[in-house]
């Protein structure tokens, strides 16, 4: 019982010990920790004690761990979530104070835009785990995700003009809290869950996700986001020429194969063209 004793103690240290030291000797803990398994990347916003804010280091660990082997076929999906009762608080206010130069205001903006527009561009699905409270920029990081699934005591709010800021998201002109029940109506959120089923539901969408065929995923969520700055004919016009161009790659036609002998389809997953 001892021996048994001593050897859970020296494996639960190994591995506190191996936690810390992922952030070096001497080093803060890294303000985003990136898992991936199963095809499911998980970043997590990994910074409680400043309610997760949207500082110039975090967008860029944000960033970095949603390029990190993005083209490789074991990624499927990633999932945005949070450690604490806050998921994203937006902006560090103060980053944003006279004490720093306009240089560094526009650096943390600029920041923002392309990890907002970033997460649109990639090749995967995008779904934000929201379980707290999501206010400004965090309001933004919750709308740019391709899906967004909250618990019943997740809030978001859009309070920049109470503090003399605009604030670039839904309900613009309103410093005001957003109903759970309103931010689904308005699609800020896919789908309002109870906290206790939010991983469950969250891993069943990811889960469904990875069913699919990478490439015909990523052609249809950047198919999607083009056509949505188009007026309807041009939009009707591109889409048409994509569906053509999606029944030539090699999954475009796996998947109708297996639809007609009636079997699971065998993905690629890569942009080659049936031969």
């Not at 379980?131 to 391709?146: E, K, M, P």
């Not at 003399?164 to 613009?172: E, K, Q, R």
Request: proline share 4%; with cysteine; hydrophobic share 40%.
């Amino acid at each position: 019982m001892a021996a048994a004793a001593l050897w859970r103690l020296r494996r639960t240290s190994t591995a506190a010990f191996s936690s810390a030291a992922a952030a070096g000797p001497g080093r803060p803990a890294k303000l985003t920790v990136r898992r991936q398994e199963e095809g499911v990347r998980n970043i997590i916003l990994n910074n409680p004690r400043r309610r997760n804010a949207l500082s110039l280091s975090m967008l860029q660990s944000l960033r970095e761990d949603l390029l990190h082997d993005v083209k490789s076929k074991d990624l499927r999906v990633i999932v945005v979530s949070a450690e604490g009762p806050v998921f994203c608080s937006g902006h560090d206010l103060k980053e944003l104070s006279s004490e720093d130069d306009v240089k560094h205001h526009s650096q943390v903006f600029e920041m923002c835009a392309e990890v907002m527009t970033l997460i649109q561009k990639l090749p995967v699905p995008v779904i934000a785990k929201v379980n707290g409270l999501a206010t400004a920029a965090g309001c933004q990081l919750v709308a740019s995700c391709d899906i967004a699934v909250a618990s019943e005591k997740s809030q978001f709010a859009t309070p920049g003009v109470n503090i003399g800021l605009f604030c670039s998201t839904p309900a613009v002109a309103l410093g005001r809290s957003l109903p759970r029940k309103e931010a689904l109506m308005h699609g800020l959120v896919s789908k309002v869950v109870p906290e206790d089923k939010l991983e469950e539901e969250t891993m069943k969408i990811s889960q469904k996700i990875c069913e699919s065929s990478k490439s015909v995923l990523a052609l249809g969520k950047a198919t999607f986001y083009r056509q949505m700055a188009q007026d309807l004919d041009t939009a009707y016009k591109m889409t048409t020429q994509v569906m053509v161009d999606n029944l030539t790659l090699r999954d475009g036609q796996e998947g109708i194969e297996a639809f007609i002998q009636k079997r699971k389809p065998v993905w690629s997953h890569s942009q080659d063209e049936k031969k």
